[in-house]
T-cell receptor
Framework: DGGITQSPKYLFRKEGQNVTLSCEQNLNHDAMYWYRQDPGQGLRLIYYSQIVNDFQKGDIAEGYSVSREKKESFPLTVTSAQKNPTAFYLC????????????FGEGSRLTVL | SQQGEEDPQALSIQEGENATMNCSYKTSINNLQWYRQNSGRGLVHLILIRSNEREKHSGRLRVTLDTSKKSSSLLITASRAADTASYFCATGSIQGAQKLVFGQGTRLTINP
C-alpha cells in the first residue's frame, strides 16, 4: 500500500533536547512538506522540499531543520531553539506543484516535559 | 499567514441533515481544496475546485466557489455519524510563493 509513514506517533522531550521526526513516503512524489498544528488551529507550514537536496522555509521555520537526501525521506528536527515545540506535526507529500493535492501521514504528537 | 477562514467554527446537527461549511479567503487563487481530519489523525483530501470552476460534486459532497466574493462552501448531504470530523479549506495562491494555506477549520459533530 502506498502512503506516508510518520514515526514516532508520540514523543516526549525534555527542554533543551533536539528531537527528530521521521517521514517516509513510497508514493514516488517529488514534493514533501512539514506542517505544525496546535489545538483547535489550522496547519502552518514549517518547511517544504520540491526536489531532492533542496528545501525552503515555510512560515514558521525558526527552531526547526530538515534534510532531503533521498526522494522518499524528509526528516524534521525540532531543535532546542524552538520555544514552544509542543504540537501535532504532520508530514505531507504531493506529486509536484505545491498547490496540488496533498497526501498526509498520520502525524506525530510531540510533548515537551 | 492564514488565508482561509472557515465559518462556523463548530457545527452540530442531527444525522440525516445536511451540513454546510463556508470558507473565505483574501488573495487570488488557482484552486481551493477541502480536507477532512478525524480527531488525532492526518488530513484526508476530499475535493479540489479550480478557480475557473463554480461547482463540483463528489458523492455526498458538493463544493461551490465564488471567486468574485472570494468564498467557497462545502455541503455534506444526508450526514452520517461517521462524518463527524474537522473540515479544512486550503487555498493555492497564484501570488508570491505557490503554496497551500489552510484555514482554522470547522468542527462538525453529527448526532445519532
Amino acid at each position: 500500500d502506498g502512503g506516508i509513514t510518520q514515526s514516532p506517533k508520540y514523543l516526549f522531550r525534555k527542554e533543551g533536547q533536539n528531537v527528530t521526526l521521521s517521514c517516509e513516503q513510497n508514493l514516488n512524489h517529488d514534493a514533501m512538506y512539514w506542517y505544525r498544528q496546535d489545538p483547535g488551529q489550522g496547519l502552518r507550514l514549517i518547511y517544504y522540499s520540491q526536489i531532492v537536496n533542496d528545501f525552503q522555509k515555510g512560515d514558521i521555520a525558526e527552531g526547526y531543520s530538515v534534510s532531503r537526501e533521498k526522494k522518499e525521506s524528509f526528516p524534521l528536527t525540532v531543535t532546542s531553539a524552538q520555544k514552544n515545540p509542543t504540537a501535532f506535526y504532520l508530514c505531507a507529500s504531493s506529486i509536484g506543484r505545491h498547490t496540488g493535492e496533498l497526501f498526509f501521514g498520520e502525524g506525530s504528537r510531540l510533548t515537551v516535559l | 499567514s492564514q488565508q482561509g477562514e472557515e465559518d462556523p467554527q463548530a457545527l452540530s446537527i442531527q444525522e440525516g441533515e445536511n451540513a454546510t461549511m463556508n470558507c473565505s479567503y483574501k488573495t487570488s487563487i488557482n484552486n481551493l481544496q477541502w480536507y477532512r481530519q478525524n480527531s488525532g489523525r492526518g488530513l484526508v483530501h476530499l475535493i479540489l475546485i479550480r478557480s475557473n470552476e463554480r461547482e463540483k460534486h463528489s458523492g455526498r459532497l458538493r463544493v461551490t466557489l465564488d471567486t468574485s466574493k472570494k468564498s467557497s462552501s462545502l455541503l455534506i448531504t444526508a450526514s452520517r455519524a461517521a462524518d463527524t470530523a474537522s473540515y479544512f479549506c486550503a487555498t493555492g495562491s497564484i501570488q508570491g510563493a505557490q503554496k497551500l494555506v489552510f484555514g482554522q477549520g470547522t468542527r462538525l459533530t453529527i448526532n445519532p
